[in-house]
């Protein structure tokens, strides 16, 4: 079992930063991807960016290209999601998620974090 560890969430005003953890640790997983997803109240969980072992292969949602960067420490084995230029609109629970073959599906995803609330004013 793999347990992840979320910190870095709160409330920040419009074009702010946040920095989001998320660690990782318990029984290795052979699957290397790491990704970050976020809900919003009433709708579906949405891909927000997703990272290769070696970082070498990065993904973004087309709402936080430019604004968000998906970066990790392997030997914390923590990966990071650095946002910036924050928008009301980026108001959700932002989950970690670990060890899929697919970058963007969360289906594919075998552990994921409890959620951390991000709230954006304006």
């Known amino acids: ?18 920095r989001l953890s998320c660690a990782a640790s318990g029984r290795t997983f052979s699957r290397s991807i790491m990704g970050w997803f976020r809900q919003s109240p009433g709708k579906e969980r949405d891909f927000v960016a997703a990272i290769s072992w070696g970082g070498a292969s990065t993904y973004y949602a087309d709402s936080v290209k430019g604004r968000f960067t998906i970066s990790r420490d392997n030997a914390k084995n923590t990966v990071y999601l650095q946002m910036d230029s924050l928008k009301p609109e980026d108001t959700a629970v932002y989950y970690c998620a670990a060890d899929s073959m697919f970058y963007m599906t969360a289906n594919s995803y075998n552990y994921w974090g409890q959620g951390t609330q991000v709230t954006v004013s304006s």
């Open 1 to 18: 079992q793999v347990q992840l560890v979320e910190s870095g969430g709160g409330l920040v005003q419009a074009g702010g930063s946040l």
